[in-house]
């Protein structure tokens, strides 16, 4: 299994200010079609997850451009510029590169 | 729209089989290229990927569920489903359905299904 290694697991940030999550994959996530299957999720209280990014860096119609996700092989970042209220959650990174799909152990925002 | 809906017990007993339902809306559970699946998370903890079927037959499932779990397809009724058998209380969980089509996916609001006498 594609093991996903997500830092930190918390992250209390101020209304304005910049958040960054980190995801490492202990393989690879190039597929021999050229893509790479590294993708960001946000779980608000209560919800189930909401795709933010796919394919490393894509965002989601209507997701706000203050998301930014990069990477490459096995380093990923997800990058809030601007950190809201709405923004609170806990954020997953997830690989379908190969089965079993797995995912990161998740990273709590909460707002100061 | 796409909406998905999860139905079924939300109480099983240890050793017996958990079964739930995924109702589609929106859209036929035969369109080609669409790859239908299961997730679950325990309560307060991660998401796991069960497995997820893509409509002509293809099956995945992980690995460490694998001797346990089917996921098929009821067409006539556009749904999928999920058996888990031999239940023990660690799989007690949220159980979402999902679909993946090209670079988007859709979910259902998700099952609290428990295990315990």
């Known amino acids: 299994d594609i093991v996903m290694t997500q830092t930190p697991l918390s992250l209390s940030v101020t209304p304005g200010q910049p958040a960054s999550i980190s995801c490492k994959s202990s393989?690879?996530?190039?597929?021999?079609?050229?893509?790479?299957?590294l993708y960001w999720y946000l779980q608000r209280p209560g919800q189930p997850p909401q795709l933010l990014i796919y394919e490393v860096s894509n965002r989601l119609s209507g997701v706000p451009d203050r998301f930014s996700g990069s990477g490459s092989g096995t380093d990923f970042t997800l990058k809030i510029s601007r950190v809201e209220a709405e923004d609170v959650g806990v954020y997953y990174c997830m690989q379908s590169k190969q089965v079993p799909i797995t995912f990161g152990q998740g990273t709590r925002l909460e707002i100061q | 729209q796409l909406q998905l809906q999860e139905s079924g017990p939300g109480l099983v007993k240890p050793s017996e089989t958990l079964s739930l339902t995924c109702t589609v809306s929106g859209v036929s559970i035969t369109s080609s290229s669409y790859y239908w699946g299961w997730i679950r998370q325990p309560p307060g903890k991660g998401l796991e990927w069960i497995g997820s079927i893509y409509y002509g037959g293809s099956t995945y499932y992980n690995p460490s569920l694998k001797s346990r779990v089917t996921i098929s397809v009821d067409t006539s009724k556009n749904q999928f489903s999920l058996t888990l058998s031999s239940v023990t209380a660690a799989d007690t969980s949220v159980y979402y359905c999902?679909?993946?089509?090209?670079?988007?996916?859709?979910w259902g609001q998700g099952a609290l299904v428990s295990v315990s006498s």
């Open positions: 393989q690879s996530l190039l597929h021999s079609d050229a893509k790479t299957y």
């Open positions: 999902w679909v993946v089509i090209e670079n988007t996916d859709y």
